[in-house]
């Protein structure tokens, strides 16, 4: 079992910056894929970016690249989601996940640990 909390969401105006966190208990996520995926009213949830549980980017998507990175600190057992040049389309629920010694799949159903959630909205 392996528990995730993401923090770091919250109100921006459009071409500022976040950086959102997921904090993993429980097991090391040293052994598991990660994603972050998002999630806007009235629409299905999106995959961002993940990374497979050897640490390289599996899959990212074209709406953020060049805007948004994914790193880890795997002594504090965190994933972290760098977001810069937010635009308002990227207001939406953001989610980590979590996917034991997974590919880094961009499907969500192949997650079995998901976050909270932390809201992003951004404003124009």
């Known amino acids: 079992q392996v528990q995730l909390v993401e923090s770091g969401g919250g109100l921006v105006q459009a071409g500022g910056s976040l950086r959102l966190s997921c904090a993993a208990s429980?097991?090391?996520?040293?052994?598991?894929?990660m994603g972050w995926f998002r999630q806007a009213a009235g629409k299905e949830r999106e995959c961002i970016i993940t990374i497979r549980w050897s640490g390289n980017i599996a899959y990212l998507a074209d709406s953020v690249k060049g805007r948004f990175t994914m790193s880890s600190d795997i002594a504090k057992n965190t994933v972290y989601l760098q977001m810069n040049s937010l635009k308002p389309e990227d207001t939406a629920v953001y989610y980590c996940?979590?996917?034991?010694?997974?590919?880094?799949?961009?499907?969500?159903?192949?997650?079995?640990?998901w976050g909270q959630g932390t809201q992003v909205t951004v404003s124009s």
């Open positions: 429980g097991r090391t996520f040293g052994n598991y894929a």
């Open positions: 996940a979590a996917d034991y010694r997974g590919p880094g799949s961009s499907s969500a159903r192949s997650y079995n640990y």
